[in-house]
T-cell receptor
Framework: AQSVTQLGSHVSVSEGALVLLRCNYSSSVPPYLFWYVQYPNQGLQLLLKYTTGATLVKGINGFEAEFKKSETSFHLTKPSAHMSDAAEYFCAVSERNFGNEKLTFGTGTRLTIIP | DTGVSQDPRHKITKRGQNVTFRCDPISEHNRLYWYRQTLGQGPEFLTYFQNEAQLEKSRLLSDRFSAERPKGSFSTLEIQRTEQGDSAMYLC?????????????FGPGTRLTVL
């Protein structure tokens, strides 16, 4: 079974400050890891994903995440927050197989940007 | 590419009524997923299709729920004898199977309120 824990349901940062959203996962097999963003009244949008290879993954809008197997973590960062980053962020895991790649999501972190 | 669309966007119904939601995936995508998202939670997997075949159903999907994907194109999710606990956002996602970590593209969701 797989699971995701996102620490902090609400995170507030000042505009221009570092964004750090935490995600820890549990999986019985090597995982695929994802970060999705959800803006109000819109569908989930993929920010980035980790499959294999380089553990530092770069995504859209200046976000990046680092896969740390020893810590079972996949934290999301952005060096400088922008007002448009205000949204809800979900970390998700899926198992490596060629069948059902259903996503297991965390409970989400709502990011607020302070002007 | 017009994205994944869902209809209706909002549905209010009385307890005991039946409701049906529709999802139109991205046209060339062969895999279609349904998820449910309740307030303060991340999306939870309900079921998925590969073309027209329904290959897995979550234990969350009671016998009051039925999903179809005739001809492997659009999909419908029907809930019979709705209960207040069915109130949630129902999300549809589609993907093109390429061999691993395929990106799931999400629709905007159908928000169901059961009175």
């Amino acid at each position: 079974a797989q699971s995701v824990t996102q620490l902090g349901s609400h995170v507030s940062v000042s505009e221009g400050a570092l964004v750090l959203l935490r995600c820890n996962y549990s999986s019985s097999v090597p995982p695929y890891l994802f970060w999705y963003v959800q803006y109000p009244n819109q569908g989930l949008q993929l920010l980035l994903k980790y499959t294999t290879g380089a553990t530092l993954v770069k995504g859209i809008n200046g976000f990046e995440a680092e896969f740390k197997k020893s810590e079972t973590s996949f934290h999301l960062t952005k060096p400088s927050a922008h007002m448009s980053d205000a949204a809800e962020y979900f970390c998700a895991v899926s198992e490596r197989n060629f069948g059902n790649e259903k996503l297991t999501f965390g409970t989400g972190t709502r990011l607020t940007i302070i002007p | 590419d017009t994205g994944v669309s869902q209809d209706p966007r909002h549905k209010i119904t009385k307890r005991g009524q039946n409701v049906t939601f529709r999802c139109d995936p991205i046209s060339e995508h062969n895999r279609l997923y349904w998820y449910r998202q309740t307030l303060g939670q991340g999306p939870e997997f309900l079921t998925y299709f590969q073309n027209e075949a329904q290959l897995e159903k979550s234990r969350l999907l009671s016998d009051r729920f039925s999903a179809e994907r005739p001809k492997g194109s659009f999909s419908t999710l029907e809930i019979q004898r709705t209960e207040q606990g069915d109130s949630a956002m129902y999300l549809c996602a589609s993907s093109l199977v390429t061999g691993g970590a395929d990106e799931q593209f999400f629709g905007p969701g159908t928000r169901l309120t059961v009175l």
